[in-house]
């Protein structure tokens, strides 16, 4: 490990989100609407090649529609630090930019999902105005929650700690799954600051306020199987099982009808429906809109035909 980055077993030195941001102008990453817009007709497709391990800290590849990015600093155990949030910010555009893409999975290299942001610059910039932190931090939430975006399911892999930047980035995705030694936490309070990353946000949508005040005014590591009766995370499978079994679900994610795949996305964002009325209203509109798709009648052709459906997203 670098020895840059401290031990996640310290609370007084885990990484946090808003300890990641870089230090320039707040230019970490593109601004998330127009980055995701492209040319009238233009059909804009990922290039995994594009990113490089070393450079980018960042390994992306596809699988037919899936896209399965990894964080890819382990010796800094995925550390978000400058390279991997300037490169963050160019793959979601792409991949929001990309309609074949229907789902993507992220995971961690190495031992840990990601440690948080980079701890060097606390203290050094608080001589800095606040006008200028609150940009930075600002330009750092920006790019790393565009995934939050994305109009496809996301799914986290987490495959050890995920800290501080890394648990936001965890829980800003749509499902989340565990191995058994995985753990996350939000120290930020431990380190003297105010939570970052909309973690205040994140957290109280996933487990509501009463864990969100727990995790966040203790600061405390809970392990994969209080992840779990919390809801933080869905499903907890074995470490050396969690790489194929997250591929294999997230490749059936990517296999869902495309359009009624995204409506249920909308439909859930937030919370999902703000109360009967509004569900009623949505799923009338919503599941008609997918009764006259092709891919309803794919879909039940395939059902008598005892066979996986083809959809195409018509």
Same mark, same amino acid.
């Given at each position: 490990m670098s020895s840059d980055v401290p031990s996640t077993e310290s609370p007084t030195t885990d990484p946090t989100a808003d300890s990641a941001a870089p230090t320039a102008a707040p230019s970490a990453g593109p601004t998330p609407a127009p980055?995701?817009?492209? +040319?009238?007709?233009? $059909? /804009? &497709?990922?290039? !995994?090649?594009?990113? *490089? +391990?070393?450079?980018?800290?960042?390994? /992306?590849? &596809?699988?037919? *529609?899936? /896209?399965?990015?990894?964080?890819?600093? $382990?010796? &800094?155990?995925?550390?978000m630090g400058l390279?991997?949030?300037a490169a963050w910010g160019r793959l979601m555009a792409e991949i929001a930019a990309d309609s074949d893409v229907r789902a993507v999975l992220v995971t961690g290299q190495g031992s840990a999902f990601s440690s948080g942001g980079n701890t060097s610059w606390i203290g050094a910039d608080s001589h800095e105005p606040v006008s200028v932190l609150r940009e930075r931090m600002l330009a750092y939430y920006a790019t790393w929650l565009t995934i939050r975006d994305l109009r496809v399911p996301t799914i986290a892999a987490i495959n050890g700690p995920a800290i501080g930047a890394g648990a936001a980035l965890a829980l800003a995705c *749509?499902?989340?799954?565990?191995?058994?030694?995985?753990?996350?936490?939000? !120290?930020?309070?431990?380190?003297?600051m105010h939570p970052g990353m909309l973690s205040t946000y994140l957290l109280t949508e996933v487990v509501g306020v009463a864990a969100a005040r727990d995790l966040l005014f203790t600061g405390r590591r809970v392990g994969a199987q209080e992840m779990l009766g919390l809801g933080l995370v869905s499903r907890v499978v074995p470490d050396e099982e969690l790489a194929v079994e997250a591929l294999a679900g997230a490749q059936g994610v990517a296999a869902g009808a495309p359009v009624a795949v995204q409506l249920t996305k909308v439909a859930l964002r937030d919370g999902g429906p703000r109360d009967w009325a509004s569900a009623t209203q949505w799923e009338g509109l919503a599941q008609a809109v997918t009764l006259a798709s092709d891919d309803l009648a794919e879909g039940l052709t395939a059902l008598r035909e005892k066979r996986p459906p083809r959809f195409t997203g018509r």
């Open positions: 980055a995701y817009a492209s +040319p009238a007709g233009a $059909h /804009v &497709r990922l290039d !995994p090649a594009a990113y *490089d +391990p070393q450079a980018d800290k960042l390994a /992306v590849r &596809r699988d037919g *529609d899936l /896209v399965v990015i990894e964080l890819a600093d $382990h010796d &800094r155990r995925n550390m390279e991997m949030t *749509d499902v989340r799954w565990a191995g058994e030694s995985a753990s996350m936490s939000v !120290p930020f309070l431990r380190m003297g």
